[in-house]
């Protein structure tokens, strides 16, 4: 029953998630350069700051995603009193 009435939370936690790292990762790459973030498909950019880029928003998003997980899981926890997925 839990994992069933969980999923649409966790769907939208998801999407809210990605948003949320996404301005996370603008605006703490803002703090390291005044250009954009570089993307893998500008032939311009150096190996060196792409692959520093990617590792940022890398880590952001896991970080960002097991925290609004986690924090979904509790919240669904505490308003239905069933842990939604392994309890181990």
Do not use: H
Not at 52 to 78: H, N, P, S, W
């Amino acid at each position: 029953m839990g994992n069933t009435a969980f999923r649409p939370v966790s769907v939208i936690g998801g999407l809210l998630s990605g948003i949320l790292a996404a301005k996370l990762f603008e605006f703490i790459w803002s703090r390291f350069d005044d250009e954009e973030a570089p993307d893998a498909d500008q032939e311009d950019v150096a190996w060196g700051k792409l692959m520093f880029a990617m590792a940022i928003e890398g880590a952001l998003a896991r970080m960002v995603r097991a925290a609004t997980d986690r924090g979904t899981r509790i919240a669904f926890q505490r308003a239905t009193g069933e842990w939604p997925g392994d309890e181990d």
